[in-house]
């Protein structure tokens, strides 16, 4: 073994603006990166799980995609964009989007027919009833009653739960 392995210490403590200015612009580009990417891969997701035409060249080019090393991204993108944030985000955005995606679409395939029918059925219902009351409710009730009742319709359909 050579050295030290925590001889990095004294030079971060010796470079402390620098290091916090890297280690920022590090995280930025992190969470940019993966925000983008989900932004751009979830939508792309759902409409290649619900247009079969869609959904062969877009697993295809995900699946070929992530074989490609960040670096060969980046190289790639030096001549259009240059060195710096943008091309280094572009890079790591294109990387972030192709798993989520893929992950993405494979799960929403995944998911048993009987299970979305049943929690479509259940949402439908809910809908008739709100209306024939006048109710109205804010999004966030919205939201967890929706969430209830697919995972209602999720555990009657596996039969775990009895109607």
């Known amino acids: 073994m050579r050295g030290?392995?925590?001889?990095f210490i004294p030079y971060i403590l010796g470079h402390q603006e620098q290091f916090l200015r890297l280690f920022s612009q590090h995280v930025q580009l992190t969470v940019l990166s993966v925000v983008i990417g989900i932004l751009i891969a979830i939508p792309l997701a759902i409409m290649a799980s619900r247009v079969d035409a869609l959904a062969g060249p877009v697993t295809w080019l995900a699946g070929a995609g992530q074989t490609i090393p960040s670096l060969a991204i980046l190289g790639l993108t030096l001549p259009l964009l240059g060195i710096g944030?943008?091309?280094?985000?572009f890079?790591?955005?294109?990387?972030?989007?192709?798993?989520?995606?893929?992950?993405?679409?494979?799960g929403i395939r995944g998911v048993d027919r009987a299970i979305v029918d049943a929690a479509y059925f259940e949402d439908r219902r809910s809908k008739d009833v709100g209306a024939e009351f006048g109710e109205t409710h804010d999004n966030v009730d919205q939201i967890k009653k929706r969430f209830r009742n697919a995972l209602r319709a999720a555990l009657v359909a596996q039969g775990v739960w009895e109607s």
């Open 91 to 106: 890079a790591l955005t294109v990387r972030a989007v192709l798993p989520i995606l893929l992950n993405t679409y494979v």
């Open 85 to 89: 944030f943008v091309p280094s985000l």
């Open 4 to 7: 030290n392995p925590f001889d």
